[in-house]
């Protein structure tokens, strides 16, 4: 196990075996209410069949060479949630750590408790406990454009990637790729998001299984049928095309990603390689497939 930079406040064994270490520190670039959201999102969603992380993990790292990476290779997982993507990264590398700044973390716990090069950090993006130039790879899927300051976020998670390393990021696209009436759809439900996301727990969470059966569903069937009659092109222009493919334990995890989460940014392909490039990585590489935009960078 990787040496940390300070020392953890606590370490918690659970029952399982795991320890978690926990740190503590203040950070002033973290909306605590979205990061409570996502402990409960994850507390919500803790199980990830072996399958379905396969399936879901090829569509993220396509634009990964893992010939680059041999066995020794040390990751770092920022915002790891249930550590579905360290699952996914453990029998290709040497150590995980994956890191949360929720109670997620314990989710993560559970997951990944019988896969022991995984190991689990509570911290936050701005007091990630490791010395600059430490890993070989660092991703983080879904998670900076959910914090205030995305650009500063990305700055703090570069400095820890080797020189020569990579950094392999999902931020939420600015349907810069999208028609204008797929736009319209979109920030028509960015309405009610504003007030579902304000829900008390219980009730956010019994909205957004509603929306998944009655909003995403009836998309989802229409692209495949609009697949099945005119060819894939013209099905993935519908919204939500996306989830034909998905598991329904899938979709209701993202509906609730979606409407139940408090701060929430979107950014262009361009600005999302300004931001990349002035947190010092080069060779920067988008994914021309969904989800948009992922994009992997070289330090």
């Not at 075996?17 to 507390?43: A, H, I, M, P, R």
């Not at 995984?118 to 454009?145: Q, R």
Request: charged share 25%.
């Amino acid at each position: 196990m990787l040496k940390f930079s300070t020392n953890p406040n606590k370490v918690v064994q659970l029952d399982n075996k795991k320890e978690v270490f926990v740190f503590d520190s203040e950070d002033d670039n973290l909306d605590q209410v979205t990061v409570d959201s996502f402990g409960e999102e994850w507390s919500k969603f803790n199980y990830f069949d072996s399958g379905e992380i396969e399936k879901i993990g090829n569509e993220y790292f396509d634009i990964i060479d893992f010939s680059k990476f041999n066995k020794d290779a040390t990751v770092l997982d920022v915002g790891c949630g249930t550590g579905r993507w360290s699952v996914y990264l453990s029998s290709k590398v040497s150590n995980i750590y994956a890191m949360d700044p929720s109670k997620a973390i314990y989710s993560a716990a559970n997951l990944t408790n019988d896969i022991p090069n995984i190991h689990l950090i509570k911290a936050s993006v701005e007091n990630i406990p490791y010395e600059d130039n430490t890993f070989d790879l660092v991703i983080s899927l879904g998670v900076l454009h959910h914090i205030p300051d995305t650009q500063k976020a990305l700055n703090s998670i570069v400095k820890k990637v080797k020189k020569e390393g990579h950094c392999l990021i999902y931020l939420y696209y600015a349907l810069d790729n999208r028609s204008v009436a797929y736009k319209m759809i979109f920030y028509a439900s960015s309405f009610f998001r504003y007030f579902i996301s304000k829900l008390p727990s219980f009730l956010k969470k019994s909205t957004c299984d509603i929306i998944a059966i009655l909003v995403y569903m009836p998309f989802i069937y229409l692209s495949k049928l609009v697949k099945l009659l005119f060819g894939r092109k013209w099905g993935s222009k519908i919204p939500l095309s996306y989830y034909s493919n998905k598991s329904f334990n899938v979709i209701r995890n993202d509906a609730l990603d979606r409407f139940g989460t408090p701060l929430e940014q979107r950014f262009s392909k361009a600005q999302i390689e300004e931001m990349m490039r002035k947190s010092g990585l080069k060779d920067i590489t988008f994914s021309e497939k969904q989800p948009y935009w992922h994009v992997i960078g070289r330090k």
